[in-house]
């Protein structure tokens, strides 16, 4: 034991009296070392950003949307005349849909309504839905203010409407919407409730969506179907266009996680066999993409570790080097320690110590610079929009999210110790095996 105390001793002695050249070796152990940590945070913050987008739309649940389909089908079908063009789900597959799903948790309607959504002389396109109280929790919704659709709304057809926060924000900038009116083209409706922000927007999950879904409102489906009906009439491209769909959406919420791939499997089955021939629905499957996202993100941070690990590998190199010179310096020194009494395995002992301290150190120093830096570009990547002549470059919603996982850390701590280990055993094996008579000679 101390034998090993004077060992370590001695070595920290000799980095202190070279320790701007101690300094200058640790350098690539430091950068190699930060950039595993930043790399990886890098991506574990992506996938999980990527991963909670996603999640939202919920890992359970499967999403039949109504779309319109190709213009040739839809021109051949019997579907078309010449002003309405009807596709998609109807209440009919809806109900087939709910007796061959009986273990269910949840299915839940969604019906687009109205072509605009009025106030005073604000309007906008119309991103309104009649649905079910359900929706909710299957969408993982949140109420921010008032209430949710309840069955009380349903059951008499109320004129209700529950809000998206964008909605509120640009129709009520300086007024508490609830209690207050929207018109959804002709017909008035009153607000109940407010929704949290949904984090969405420009994300992967409105990708997925098709829309940023703190625009939307929703209204009772029983009064989106008696009140305004399965005809949506919207000015496109300079002309009319009527859309005639019962049902735009479908959320079917599996009972068992693990039950997901197959009944969307099932799901799709039944929907191809009642229109045979028609491109005219699609399944979302957030789960698939859940699962797709993570083996992605995987594969991202293989390729951030082999990127950073050849940081690594320059800096044992540029160790192994400089130690190299050191014994070739120190070829006197070397020959004065066995001459009175040194052994070879002191010798390799000492180089070993030096070796393995500085690698140590290097990769403390790696990683404070590591999670330092990971820390930064997650707090200043939000801000670079609001610099003065360089903000108008980034868009004003830019974000680089990082996220310092604790195996990085770790990894790249022994990494580099082990680094200086194989590195440095050359150059101590070398100045062990030092002739001391050769040695002493040495100028």
Same mark, same amino acid.
Do not use: C
């Given at each position: 034991?101390?034998?090993?105390?004077?060992?370590i001793r001695?070595?920290?002695?000799?980095?202190?009296l070279?320790l701007?050249?101690s300094i200058?070796?640790?350098?690539?152990i430091?950068?190699?070392?930060?950039a595993?940590?930043?790399?990886?945070?890098?991506?574990?913050?992506?996938k999980?950003?990527a991963?909670?987008q996603i999640e939202?739309?919920?890992?359970?649940?499967?999403?039949a949307?109504?779309?319109?389909?190709p213009?040739n089908?839809?021109?051949?079908?019997?579907q078309?005349n010449?002003w309405?063009?009807r596709?998609?789900?109807t209440r009919d597959d809806?109900?087939?849909?709910?007796?061959n799903?009986?273990d269910?948790?949840?299915?839940?309607?969604?019906?687009e309504?109205g072509?605009?959504?009025?106030?005073?002389t604000q309007?906008?396109?119309?991103?309104?839905?009649g649905?079910?109280p359900?929706l909710?929790?299957?969408a993982?919704?949140?109420?921010?203010?008032?209430?949710?659709?309840?069955?009380?709304?349903l059951e008499e057809?109320?004129?209700?409407a529950?809000?998206?926060?964008?909605?509120?924000s640009q129709?009520?900038?300086?007024?508490?919407?609830?209690g207050q009116?929207?018109?959804?083209?002709s017909?008035?409706?009153?607000?109940?409730?407010?929704?949290?922000?949904v984090?969405?927007?420009?994300?992967?999950?409105?990708?997925l969506i098709?829309?940023?879904?703190?625009?939307?409102?929703?209204?009772?489906?029983?009064?989106?179907r008696?009140v305004?009906?399965?005809?949506?009439s919207?000015?496109?491209?300079?002309?009319?266009q009527n859309?005639e769909?019962?049902v735009?959406e479908?959320y079917?919420?599996?009972a068992?996680?693990?039950?997901?791939?197959l009944?969307?499997k099932?799901l799709r089955?039944?929907?191809?066999?009642?229109?045979?021939g028609?491109?005219?629905?699609?399944?979302?499957?957030?789960y698939?993409l859940?699962e797709?996202?993570?083996k992605?993100?995987?594969?991202?941070?293989?390729?951030?570790?082999?990127?950073? %690990?050849?940081?690594l $590998?320059v @800096?044992?190199?540029? !160790?192994?080097?400089?130690?190299? *010179?050191? #014994?070739t310096?120190? =070829?006197?020194?070397?020959?004065?320690?066995?001459?009175?009494?040194a052994?070879r395995?002191?010798?390799?002992?000492?180089?070993?110590v030096?070796?393995?301290?500085?690698?140590?150190i290097?990769?403390?120093?790696g990683?404070?610079l590591?999670?330092?830096?990971?820390v930064v570009?997650?707090w %200043?990547?939000?801000? $670079?929009? @609001?610099l003065?002549? !360089?903000?108008q470059?980034f868009? *004003?919603? #830019?974000?680089?999210? =990082?996220?310092v996982t604790?195996?990085?850390?770790?990894?790249?701590?022994?990494?580099?110790?082990?680094t200086?280990?194989?590195?440095?055993l050359?150059p101590?094996?070398?100045a062990?095996r030092?002739?001391?008579?050769?040695?002493?000679?040495?100028?």
């Amino acid at each position: 034991m101390a034998f090993l105390l004077e060992t370590i001793r001695l070595g920290l002695s000799n980095l202190r009296l070279r320790l701007l050249r101690s300094i200058l070796t640790a350098l690539g152990i430091i950068f190699g070392v930060a950039a595993v940590i930043v790399m990886s945070s890098l991506g574990e913050g992506s996938k999980r950003q990527a991963l909670a987008q996603i999640e939202r739309l919920g890992a359970r649940n499967i999403i039949a949307r109504s779309q319109r389909p190709p213009e040739n089908q839809n021109q051949q079908g019997a579907q078309r005349n010449a002003w309405i063009s009807r596709f998609g789900i109807t209440r009919d597959d809806l109900q087939v849909i709910v007796e061959n799903f009986p273990d269910a948790a949840s299915i839940v309607p969604l019906k687009e309504i109205g072509s605009q959504i009025l106030r005073g002389t604000q309007r906008r396109t119309s991103q309104a839905y009649g649905t079910t109280p359900e929706l909710i929790n299957v969408a993982n919704l949140k109420v921010e203010r008032g209430r949710y659709l309840t069955n009380s709304d349903l059951e008499e057809r109320r004129m209700v409407a529950v809000i998206g926060s964008e909605i509120a924000s640009q129709f009520f900038k300086l007024e508490d919407p609830l209690g207050q009116t929207l018109r959804i083209d002709s017909r008035i409706v009153t607000i109940i409730g407010v929704l949290s922000p949904v984090g969405l927007a420009g994300g992967a999950g409105a990708a997925l969506i098709g829309r940023d879904l703190n625009f939307d409102i929703h209204i009772p489906f029983t009064t989106a179907r008696e009140v305004f009906g399965d005809l949506v009439s919207r000015g496109q491209s300079g002309s009319m266009q009527n859309t005639e769909t019962q049902v735009s959406e479908i959320y079917l919420a599996v009972a068992d996680r693990d039950n997901v791939i197959l009944d969307s499997k099932r799901l799709r089955r039944i929907l191809d066999q009642r229109r045979p021939g028609l491109i005219d629905v699609s399944l979302i499957v957030p789960y698939e993409l859940l699962e797709s996202a993570k083996k992605t993100a995987m594969t991202y941070n293989m390729v951030f570790g082999a990127v950073a %690990g050849i940081s690594l $590998l320059v @800096g044992g190199i540029g !160790i192994m080097n400089i130690m190299l *010179a050191s #014994v070739t310096e120190r =070829t006197r020194e070397i020959g004065i320690r066995r001459a009175i009494g040194a052994t070879r395995k002191h010798i390799l002992w000492q180089f070993l110590v030096e070796t393995s301290v500085l690698s140590a150190i290097g990769g403390i120093m790696g990683v404070v610079l590591g999670v330092l830096g990971s820390v930064v570009i997650d707090w %200043g990547v939000e801000r $670079l929009p @609001g610099l003065p002549y !360089i903000g108008q470059y980034f868009p *004003a919603n #830019v974000t680089l999210p =990082t996220h310092v996982t604790m195996w990085s850390i770790i990894v790249s701590f022994l990494v580099a110790t082990a680094t200086g280990l194989v590195f440095g055993l050359y150059p101590a094996r070398r100045a062990s095996r030092q002739d001391p008579i050769v040695a002493l000679r040495h100028d």
